[in-house]
T-cell receptor, first 115, second 116 residues
């Protein structure tokens, strides 16, 4: 069964330092991978997506993620954290080979940014 | 476009009462999803529709839960009777196409339900 694992439930960084949120997925020959962000009391918003084009994907607000098939990983990074980045982040997978498959969400990683 | 619109944003009710949550998807989107979010269980898919037809309701927890989509611009999620363990944030999301091809779900801001 398809699955996605977010390795950290909570990450805390200082403002201006790099952000790394880790995500691994169960192996499939054609996954689509996504990162969503949820700010407090808001719905989820798409940050970026990988759909078999370039393995390094750039998203909004300076975030990017790299698809590494050999490691079955799709980690989210940002060079310099901003206070407004504090939110919950969800790694999500979908398998096109399964046809119309709803997205499978990870448990989420809460990012705290310290001034 | 105004995005996905959910109502009410907050609902407080007593155990045993009927609760109806409403959703207006983005115009032109063929798929509509209902999710539930709690601290303990995270984000759970309850049911989704394609062109107003329910495709998969295996995530609906019990017969107390029901969802309808009478037309392309409106959906409801009903809980009858409600119980304290139903307290959660319920999200509606819509999508323009197959989740695997387009991948982007557009979420509403959620309906926070508290059952006393």
């Amino acid at each position: 069964a398809q699955s996605v694992t977010q390795l950290d439930s909570h990450v805390s960084v200082s403002e201006g330092t790099p952000v790394l949120l880790r995500c691994n997925y169960s192996s499939s020959y054609s996954p689509s991978l996504f990162w969503y962000v949820q700010h407090p009391n808001k719905g989820l918003q798409l940050l970026l997506k990988y759909t078999s084009a370039a393995t390094l994907v750039k998203g909004i607000n300076g975030f990017e993620a790299e698809f590494k098939k050999s490691e079955t990983s799709f980690h989210l990074t940002k060079p310099s954290a901003h206070m407004s980045d504090a939110a919950e982040y969800f790694c999500v997978v979908s398998y096109r080979s399964s046809g119309n498959t709803p997205l499978v969400f990870g448990k989420g990683t809460r990012l705290s940014v310290i001034a | 476009d105004a995005g996905v619109i959910q109502s009410p944003r907050h609902e407080v009710t007593e155990m045993g009462q009927e609760v109806t949550l409403r959703c207006k998807p983005i115009s032109g989107h063929d798929y509509l999803f209902w999710y539930r979010q709690t601290m303990m269980r995270g984000l759970e898919l309850l049911i989704y529709f394609n062109n107003n037809v329910p495709i998969d309701d295996s995530g609906m927890p019990e017969d107390r839960f029901s969802a309808k989509m009478p037309n392309a611009s409106f959906s409801t999620l009903k809980i009858q009777p409600s119980e304290p363990r139903d307290s959660a944030v319920y999200f509606c999301a819509s999508s323009p196409g197959l989740a695997g091809e387009y991948g982007e779900l557009f979420f509403g801001e959620g309906s926070r339900l508290t059952v006393l």
